[in-house]
């Protein structure tokens, strides 16, 4: 025989609490220099973010200085030409006064006016001097300047002759097709002047015809010197690009420049087009290289017209902050290390408590839903936690044993309330199923208690898994009857069906046991008192109402009819007619009720029925109804079509008979009185 195991050695739970505050005060104490390095951190990002927020916010405004009069400039010359104070009649007269206007603004490279018939009338900002420029359709372009009298005189450029038409340039054709002003993207300017983009917008009539369009253009060169200026003033690089990532203008070699072609990348995308575009707000983003961070930030500049135009600042992090960054990564990597050591005795000592505790915090919340099933064994090396593992154990068994006595329903609900239970009870429609063993009275006065106790359980666990696996609950055991409630306790839907198939699988079981007795069956759905009934000290849980009696009535009734189940007309409305074979059985006068009683028989599941129920179930409530009615032929007429052995069938039969024998005789053909 082996020896028993050795019993393990137990901890005490002081001593292991007083271990982890030790390791927590050392963790604390350690952790601190962590933090501190943590909020540093966190100071200097806030710190370089508000740097960057300010510096585009500045940023941006340079930049919609530069494009702002463009809106102004427009409307007031469109103005003046709709107006007719300025007449567009002579051309040249026409880009005289756009020179004027081009002397008073900045960053403007040329203005113009292209007519609807294609003609073209504009200034042009050219090495310090002005140029007008006219053309015609089909003609080659002229350029004029002005002599130092302030007169007029055919200047030559050098440039090629020119055909022009402005009605194929794109500043024209995007202000004909659209209201309001209207940007173009970098294109080349024609005569070589170079790269950049226009802003323009049409001059209608009041009829709505097109007078002309009138247009503003800027040298992406020009931009470009503009932002040169600023990366002085701001210690970054400043850019300019289109919301959906093209490149506009930059200081620096777009084509070389890795940083660059990544904001590009980024702003392609649908993410930081949304929060730009549609939410109004400014994008940060970090680029790491192989020995430098650098820090961008975009944001939408508010230009007149249709430019979603984004202007953007680069930042090198080394530069501004690499020196103190690095004492920051020394001082969080050893704050790290010692933090790590902490942490690891910590969560070994911490395990050792926390992990049966949480097994222990679970297994009472089973027990809290009365899940009193097995659980897997639990040890521990803490006195303590062991002995209330025990006593959860001793309790379990205790509340094992106590759910064999009481509805386990009942238990869960009231331990799930948190509430102790009272007297009283509520209203509630709910259904009733009374069943009794066939002859069981009068077998049991022959036979040992032993065997009759057998008996009883076999069929008390027949109808008692019947009952529980259709949502039912046993009330109580009434020597070798039962009776079980539907909805209650608990609450389920149709109970009625529910008590249906419980009576017919009970009645199943025992047949597949071969069971020597039959069951006599009562259902009835209608409303009940139900609660705790009993005195102060001592109650139980059950049902009262007319509904119980009867109940209990229509069960004993089976012994008239020879049938197995009978239910009210209450509940088989309730239960309905799809899953279930009924017939009406007949019409009885019920103690205690003044008017009769329509009962039916539960003959069993429509799905397995036999060609002789269903003729039984069809052609039994036509014979009724015509016995009813005093129509004796044709009732027999109906029986006829019935199975000799069907028990109803005959005793109707018989009575018919008897009617006809004796019409004279007692009455007793609307109602059936229950003995």
């Not at 869960?412 to 002859?439: K, Q, T, Y």
Request: with cysteine; aromatic share 8%; proline share 4%.
């Amino acid at each position: 025989m082996s020896e028993p195991p050795k019993p393990r050695r137990a901890y005490s739970f002081r001593g292991i609490l007083l271990a982890v505050i030790l390791g927590l005060i050392l963790a604390s104490s350690l952790s601190t220099t962590w933090f501190g390095a943590m909020g540093l951190g966190s100071a200097i990002r806030a710190l370089l973010d508000r740097q960057i927020k300010t510096t585009l916010d500045a940023v941006t405004g340079r930049v919609e200085e530069l494009f702002l009069p463009t809106e102004r400039l427009l409307k007031t010359l469109g103005k003046r030409i709709r107006d007719g104070e300025l007449p567009t009649s002579d051309p040249l007269e026409v880009a005289r006064t756009f020179a004027e206007a081009l002397e008073f603004e900045s960053g403007i490279t040329w203005i113009y006016f292209g007519y609807a018939d294609g003609r073209f009338a504009g200034a042009l900002m050219q090495d310090g001097r002005i140029i007008l420029n006219v053309s015609s359709p089909g003609e080659s372009w002229q350029d004029w300047i002005r002599n130092s009298d302030g007169k007029l005189e055919r200047f030559d450029s050098g440039r090629p002759a020119v055909i022009f038409d402005a009605r194929e340039r794109i500043w024209f054709q995007l202000a004909d097709k659209h209201e309001g002003i209207v940007w173009t993207p970098p294109y080349d300017y024609v005569g070589g002047q170079g790269r950049g983009i226009s802003v323009s917008e049409a001059v209608r009539a009041p009829d709505g015809s097109l007078i002309g369009v009138v247009a503003v253009d800027f040298l992406l060169e020009d931009i470009t010197r503009y932002l040169e200026h600023l990366k002085n003033e701001f210690r970054g690089d400043t850019l300019v690009f289109s919301i959906r990532g093209q490149l506009l203008a930059s200081p620096k070699d777009s084509h070389n420049d890795p940083i660059i072609a990544k904001i590009q990348e980024r702003l392609e995308g649908d993410e930081a087009y949304d929060k730009i575009q549609n939410k109004g707000g400014h994008l940060i983003m970090e680029f790491s290289t192989s020995d430098d961070t650098f820090i961008a930030g975009v944001r939408r500049a508010a230009v007149p017209g249709d430019l979603d135009c984004m202007s953007a600042i680069i930042f090198s992090r080394n530069e501004v902050f690499g020196a103190l960054e690095q004492t920051i990564r020394h001082g969080i990597f050893t704050a790290l290390v010692a933090l790590a050591a902490s942490l690891v005795a910590g969560y070994f000592l911490a395990a050792r408590i926390a992990t049966p505790l949480r097994a222990l915090a679970k297994d009472v919340a089973r027990i809290a839903r009365f899940d009193l099933g097995p659980r897997p064994d639990l040890r521990s090396d803490i006195r303590e936690i062991r002995a209330l593992s025990d006593s959860i154990e001793i309790m379990r068994t205790g509340l094992q044993s106590f759910s064999h006595y009481v509805p386990v329903d009942l238990v869960r609900d009231l331990m799930h309330s948190g509430g102790i239970a009272g007297l009283g009870g509520e209203r509630r429609e709910i259904a009733i199923m009374f069943c009794d063993l066939v002859g069981f009275t009068s077998h049991a006065e022959n036979i040992p208690p032993e065997e009759a106790v057998k008996i009883l359980t076999s069929y008390f666990e027949d109808f008692g898994g019947a009952i529980h696996s259709a949502d039912g609950v046993i009330d109580k055991f009434l020597g070798d009857g039962i009776m079980a409630l539907f909805n209650a306790p608990e609450r389920i839907l149709l109970p009625a069906a529910c008590a249906c198939r419980a009576s017919l699988r009970g009645i199943a079981a025992m047949r597949a046991r071969q069971s020597l007795f039959d069951v006599r069956v009562g259902l009835h759905f209608g409303p009940c008192l139900v609660g705790n009934v009993g005195t102060a000290d001592r109650f139980t849980y059950t049902a009262i109402g007319d509904s119980v009696n009867l109940t209990s009535r229509l069960e004993g009734l089976n012994k008239h009819y020879s049938t197995r189940i009978i239910a009210s007309t209450a509940l088989r409305e309730a239960a309905g007619e799809d899953e279930f074979l009924w017939r009406r059985l007949d019409r009885v006068a019920v103690a205690g009720r003044a008017a009769p009683l329509d009962i039916h028989e539960l003959m069993g599941f429509r799905a397995d029925a036999d060609p002789a129920a269903a003729a039984i179930a069809g052609n039994y409530p036509s014979a009724l109804a015509a016995f009813l009615d005093q129509d004796f032929p044709r009732a027999l007429e109906f029986l006829a079509a019935i199975p000799a052995a069907d028990d109803p069938s005959r005793l109707l039969r018989e009575r018919i008979e008897h009617q006809i024998a004796d019409p004279g005789g007692h009455k007793q053909v609307n109602a059936f009185a229950e003995k």
